[in-house]
């Protein structure tokens, strides 16, 4: 894929209105995420054209690194960030299940659109894309032009909580780490009503240990970074259960994305919050899920 930056980041569109209501918390999230342009997600997005807001899994590849005084060694640690992020997306997918070209999938909280893309690029299906930033959706849009498909992917300014999709329609849907900016009673209850019988739900998320007794001073550190509300993993598995949502897979792939973090700490493109990720998913106070779920 051909990364075309001089494009992809100039957004001069004003902010839109987001359908329906709107409480003021979700103003304030469309005007953050609309004002966000941080290195760490436009550089590691400028490796190949496919632009996350997301973490990554996997073990990092040293060879691929290659030595720390070579002067590209900075370039070649952000092309492994961005391996890894893009890892992260694919398993995801993986777990969505039997996807054909007809099928219709929503990504909820798509940012920039990068998993969009890779949706289409893996199924061939017609791919769906909701988030409260216009900033966002006009950046995902601009790209799937500029990529030739822009019949099949597409993101709008939605609040994921209340989607203009057919009850019924979507062959799948998830969430990636965007559950912690909305009430999961209300979210699953959208997820199962555009959902078809039989149709997949999947999220990766980042949830506090029940185990641990309450949130943790890094996880409070992590909810005051991104403004938003990080919930249990009990709350997860009650909330899908009460909304037909029946896990098929819980997977902790905390371990799986340590490596990612400690990488990341080490780069030109810390925000510093990379401490309480690392502190938390070692204390066992956080933790980072799959749960793919079947709507029933």
């Not at 304030?28 to 054209?49: C, K, M, Q, S, T």
């Not at 849009?141 to 994921?160: F, P, S, Y």
């Not at 106070?285 to 793919?292: E, G, P, V, W």
Request: hydrophobic content about 35%.
């Amino acid at each position: 894929m051909t990364s075309t930056t001089s494009t992809a980041r100039t957004a001069t569109d004003a902010p839109l209105p987001i359908p329906g209501p709107a409480t003021p918390y979700q103003r304030d999230i469309a005007r953050y995420w609309d004002g966000e342009a941080r290195p760490v997600n436009l550089r590691l997005g400028d490796v190949d054209g496919l632009y996350h807001h997301h973490y990554g899994i996997g073990e990092v590849d040293h060879a691929a690194l290659g030595d720390p005084e070579d002067s590209e060694s900075e370039k070649k640690l952000i092309a492994e960030l961005h391996r890894l992020e893009s890892a992260q997306a694919e398993y995801l997918l993986g777990h969505l299940g039997d996807i054909g070209r007809e099928d219709m999938v929503v990504d909820a909280g798509c940012g920039r659109g990068g998993s969009m893309v890779m949706a289409h690029q893996r199924f061939g299906c017609h791919v769906e894309g909701v988030t409260l930033s216009a900033r966002q959706a006009e950046f995902a849009n601009r790209r799937a032009r500029e990529l030739g498909i822009q019949d099949h992917v597409r993101a709008r300014v939605c609040n994921m909580l209340s989607t203009p999709f057919e009850t019924g329609r979507a062959a799948a849907s998830w969430n990636n780490e965007s559950t912690m900016y909305v009430d999961l009673q209300d979210l699953f209850a959208e997820h199962s009503r555009i959902l078809r019988v039989g149709g997949r739900y999947v999220t990766i998320t980042g949830c506090w240990n029940p185990r641990y007794g309450q949130p943790s001073k890094w996880v409070s550190q992590i909810n005051a970074h991104f403004e938003c509300n990080i919930h249990s993993r009990r709350e997860y598995l009650r909330a899908m259960a009460d909304n037909r949502l029946v896990p098929q897979a819980v997977v902790d792939v905390t371990p799986a994305t340590l490596p990612y973090w400690e990488l990341r700490a080490t780069s030109s493109l810390v925000t510093g919050i990379e401490d309480a990720f690392i502190n938390s998913y070692k204390d066992g106070s956080f933790q980072y899920l799959l749960i793919a779920a079947d709507r029933v």
